[in-house]
Structures are given as C-alpha cells and as structure tokens.
C-alpha cells in the first residue's frame, strides 16, 4: 500500500512550506486616530487642522498624504525650532504617535472650494506608505478653541 508514503510526503511538504513563512514577531502598523479638529478658518482660502496619529503596531510606517473634498490640496507641516516647512513624509513612529498640534505639526487646507463653518465636519483621508488609508470626520470648532486634553 502506497498511501502511508503519501500522507508522509503531503505532510513534510506541509511543514516545510510551514517554516519558509517569516513571522518575527513584529507586527505591521496599527494606526488610529484621535483628537480630530479644525479651527474656524479666518481666510477665505485656507484653514489648518489638527490631531493624533497613534500606531499600536511594531512597524513604523508613513503619512505620505492627505485628501480632503473640501480643499483643492492638503499639505502636511512640520515645525522645527519655531519654523514651518512643508513634508512629503512624515513618519509614524511603531509603538508611537505623532501629534498635530497648534505651534508643532499641523494640516494645511489650501485652495478651499467653501469655509467651514463652527459646527460643521469636515472629511479627511490620511494616506500611509504601508497601512490602508484612514478616513477621519473632523469637527469645526471656533477659531481660539485649544483642546483641554490629548495634543
């Protein structure tokens, strides 16, 4: 009988396809996000946004846009030694956050199609090298509000 042979070659193929996975441990990004607002715009033609990225996974990974249909282009700002720049990328460190703040990092809404209004909510997707793309509603608040907690 030739069938034990057989179930003992399917079964070491089994475990040599088993082993040529690679599971080190690290998990890729997990990212979630917190915090979302925007300030009443004063312009006509541009606002800012803020929030909080957090990535509970082991792998970093990278904010490489943003989209948004109320604004003909969304650019993403960093803050070093009290001056603004734009980036392409912007890291999300693993097992860390990166915070958009008023002062420190921050979205800017250019080229808007209309002013949000205190109240509204405005749509936005941040795009990532490696996770899927996260869509957050961010709230219009007014234009002097500073979050008591989170950034």
């Known amino acids: 009988m030739r069938r034990p042979g057989i179930a003992a070659a399917v079964t070491a193929v089994g475990v040599l396809l088993a082993g040529c996975g ?13 915090g979302a607002y925007m300030p009443q715009p ?3 033609s541009m606002a800012a946004g803020f929030l909080t990225i957090e990535n509970g ?10 989209t948004s249909d109320i604004a003909g ?8 030694d009290s001056a603004m720049r734009e980036v392409k990328n912007l890291a999300v460190p693993a097992d860390g ?3 958009f703040k008023s002062g420190g990092n921050h979205l800017m809404f250019e080229k808007l199609k ?3 209004k205190q ?4 749509s936005v997707v941040l795009h990532f090298a490696e996770a899927d793309p996260v869509t957050v509603e961010m709230p219009v608040k ?3 509000y500073t979050p008591a907690t989170g950034h």
């Open 22 to 34: 690679s599971d080190d441990g690290d998990s890729g990004p997990e990212l979630s996000v917190s």
């Open 42 to 44: 004063v312009s006509d």
């Open 57 to 66: 996974g082991g792998t970093e990974d990278e904010l490489t846009s943003v």
């Open 73 to 80: 282009a969304v650019t993403v700002h960093e803050t070093v």
């Open 97 to 99: 956050q990166v915070a």
């Open 114 to 116: 209309r002013k949000p």
């Open 119 to 122: 109240g509204d909510t405005v």
């Open 142 to 144: 007014p234009a002097t």
